[in-house]
């Protein structure tokens, strides 16, 4: 009842078949001047998100338990609850589940522990349905987050359900088959266009476009940025391996190396908390 993203299986396989299919028998699709194609779908690339996808959902059947014992916690502790048959309940909720994946994200680029985990999803030079699979297999960055949600009175079901509802929004956003859409809808929600530059690695777009479903918290704490020029999908220093493990864990891996030969533990933690990229 809860995950929907576990039912949700089946429309992203059928998503993912009609994009491909798109890109097959539209190999006139070109950007801008009319150069430029789009890169589409490539098989190792592709089997790598999938496989990274199929990874996560595996290792969440563990992590949702503990989670959901967390969350039952908190919400035991807490005098506070939330009635869920209000209206207005649930619109609080959507809002603030909102503003948790907000920071949930950009923490999660901006600390290079978080980075760690988070990366992943950013490590394909490719941009389609696919790329929304790729995801960590070191999920436990994301809970203290929505902590304050349990306290806050809301069941866990209902944050679970929240967390759900997010992600497979998210998910429709990662093609390039769309272009920019209507002018309001551009303005109040995370389109294709606005999470293209998210995923580029191009100077103007790094640590940009971090919503989930509303561009609200992007535009009043100054970090949207439209889509302005190609976006050049990918990291800084791209790694070049299509290994599931070695794309789960290899930025912990350089990150336990950076701590390893750390002069001292200011320097260890800074390696820790600040930006990935950081040097002494």
Do not use: C
Request: charge should be neutral.
């Amino acid at each position: 009842m809860v995950d929907l993203l576990q039912k949700a299986v089946p429309i992203f396989v059928l998503s993912l078949l009609i994009e491909w299919a798109a890109y097959y028998f539209l190999r006139d699709d070109h950007d801008g001047d009319g150069t430029d194609p789009k890169k589409g779908y490539a098989l190792r690339d592709t089997a790598t998100s999938l496989s990274m996808g199929v990874g996560n959902l595996l290792i969440n059947v563990v992590w949702k338990g503990v989670v959901v014992t967390i969350y039952a916690a908190l919400y035991e502790l807490t005098p506070l609850r939330l009635p869920p048959g209000a209206w207005w309940v649930w619109v609080l909720l959507f809002f603030l589940d909102d503003f948790a994946y907000y920071w949930f994200h950009r923490i999660s680029h901006e600390v290079r522990l978080f980075w760690a985990s988070h990366v992943v999803h950013h490590s394909s030079q490719h941009y389609n349905l696919s790329t929304a699979l790729r995801q960590t297999w070191v999920p436990m960055t994301a809970l203290p987050f929505w902590l304050p949600l349990a306290l806050l009175g809301f069941e866990p079901w209902m944050i679970l359900l929240a967390q759900s509802w997010n992600l497979l929004y998210q998910f429709f956003v990662h093609t390039e088959r769309v272009g920019r859409l209507p002018r309001l809808i551009e303005y109040v929600f995370s389109t294709p266009s606005h999470h293209r530059a998210h995923h580029g690695s191009n100077d103007v777009y790094l640590d940009k476009n971090y919503a989930g479903i509303l561009m609200l918290w992007d535009r009043l704490l100054g970090t949207f940025q439209p889509e302005t020029e190609r976006v050049r999908y990918g990291l800084v220093q791209n790694i070049h391996t299509h290994n599931p493990v070695g794309v789960a864990f290899h930025e912990f891996a350089a990150l336990w190396r950076d701590v390893r030969h750390a002069r001292g533990w200011r320097e260890r933690l800074n390696y820790l908390l600040r930006p990935p990229g950081w040097k002494p």
